[in-house]
């Protein structure tokens, strides 16, 4: 019940194409759903993040789509450049668990130019 | 600001030998993070404290223990390696204000052998 199950584990994609990870959590407490951006050899860094009560959030190129009912939420990278290659993880917390994240799985994502 | 900065970056160890991996962070934060990184599994919890003096048991804490001694270092110490420790091993801070925006050390690869 505290797991977060990412898709797909690697993806390729062309310069200017459009990049989707999906997402799937399956506890309703979970209330903070963010998403990180790590390269080679560095930490993960914070790229965008929301809150189940709103339906999408877009910075940049950026968007997280959240579907509450379905418990799913999906990142879509939007002309997608080769400097977008790194691993990407979903992740998922609840307030009162002293905002500890649970992760998904990471995907690999390739931008071929 | 140096953010959260982790020492040793790299180091290899024999089957049950000891070792303290420190992370220092300069961020005031409350909240600092003990997690683990291996291929395909995404990042595991190991310990997390939510201040100073406090610990407690993530999703993946056998083998390992920790202290919060001073509120801006969190030591994650392996009394006794095993091979099945081999992971990249990074160390998280955050503080809640708003939403729990994790800043990461750049983590530390260790080999058991």
């Known amino acids: 019940q505290q797991q977060v199950k990412q898709s797909p584990q690697s993806l390729i994609v062309q310069k200017g194409g459009i990049s989707i990870i999906n997402c799937a959590y399956e506890?309703?407490?979970?209330?903070?759903f963010p998403w990180y951006q790590q390269f080679p050899g560095k930490g993960p860094a914070l790229l965008i993040a929301i809150r189940p009560d709103v339906s999408e959030k877009k910075e940049g190129r950026f968007t997280i789509s959240f579907n509450k009912s379905a418990k799913q939420f999906s990142l879509h990278i939007m002309d997608s450049q080769p400097g977008d290659s790194a691993t990407y993880f979903c992740a998922a917390s609840m307030v009162p668990q002293g905002g500890k994240l649970i992760f998904g799985q990471g995907t690999e994502l390739s931008v071929k130019p | 600001n140096a953010g959260v900065t982790q020492t040793p970056k790299f180091r290899v160890l024999k089957t049950g030998q000891s070792m303290t991996l420190l992370c220092a962070q300069d961020?005031?934060?409350?909240?600092m993070y003990w997690y683990r990184q291996d291929p395909g599994m995404g990042l595991r919890l190991i310990h997390y404290s939510v201040g100073e003096g406090t610990t407690a048991k993530g999703e993946v804490p056998d083998g390992y223990n920790v202290s919060r001694l001073k509120k801006q270092n969190f030591l994650l110490g392996l009394e006794s390696a095993a091979p099945s420790q081999t992971s990249v091993y990074f160390c998280?801070?955050?503080?809640?204000?708003?939403?729990?925006?994790?800043?990461f050390g750049s983590g530390t690869r260790l080999t058991v052998v």
């Open positions: 961020m005031n934060h409350e909240y």
């Open positions: 998280a801070s955050s503080d809640y204000r708003g939403d729990y925006g994790y800043t």
């Open positions: 506890n309703t407490a979970f209330d903070y």
